[in-house]
């Protein structure tokens, strides 16, 4: 599976920025959908994550509140719809993919494939 992401950018403190990911095949809508972020010389974290259902969501508590993770299945798409942005909520973004899910939504060796990352600054 291949991940494609984009939506990266420059932004304002308190702005939005609306993030995608499409995979490249159908088999995309049985698999758990995650977005992970790495800042300038810091570890890769999580920050949210979707099962098959689109009523199943996870989400870190730095943006609970401020993020929203979604898909489209017959688009073969996650989105990541972020706002009131923050400076350090400045990083490459990455999207992944996790075949065979296990339960543990917020680790990196839960998922199987990676998008290349996109990257989003935001200014104070």
């Known amino acids: 599976v291949q991940l494609q992401a984009s939506g990266g950018g420059l932004v304002q403190a308190g702005g939005s920025l609306r993030l995608s990911c499409v995979a490249s095949?159908?088999?995309?809508?049985?698999?758990?959908m995650g977005w992970f972020r790495q800042a300038p010389g810091k570890e890769r974290e999580f920050v949210a994550a979707i099962g098959w259902s689109v009523a199943t969501t996870y989400y870190a508590d730095s943006v609970k509140g401020r993020f929203t993770i979604s898909r489209d299945n017959a688009k073969n798409a996650v989105y990541l719809q972020m706002n009131s942005l923050k400076p350090e909520d400045t990083a490459v973004y990455y999207c992944?993919?996790?075949?065979?899910?296990?339960?543990?939504?917020?680790?990196?060796?839960?998922?199987?494939?990676w998008g290349q990352g996109t990257l989003v600054t935001v200014s104070s």
């Open positions: 095949e159908r088999a995309f809508n049985r698999y758990v």
């Open positions: 992944a993919a996790d075949r065979n899910y296990s339960g543990n939504y917020n680790l990196i060796f839960e998922y199987d494939y």
